[in-house]
């Protein structure tokens, strides 16, 4: 009963790691789009499954 418990946790844990590391990504990439937007620039924003890994160009 224990193991299940534990496993249980650690999946708990895991997958709220992951939420977050996916928000804080989607905010950092809204806000490097705005920074473009600010400085009269056009944001070419290229991004992965779930904005793991993008990048933002200012043209």
Not at 7 to 34: C, D, H, Q, R, W
């Amino acid at each position: 009963m224990k193991i299940k418990r534990k496993t249980y946790i650690a999946t708990i844990i895991v997958a709220s790691f992951l939420i977050m590391m996916v928000i804080l990504n989607v905010n950092s990439m809204k806000n490097a789009k705005n920074v473009c937007v600010n400085n009269n620039k056009t944001p070419i924003v290229k991004h992965d499954f779930l904005a793991f890994n993008w990048s933002v160009s200012c043209r």
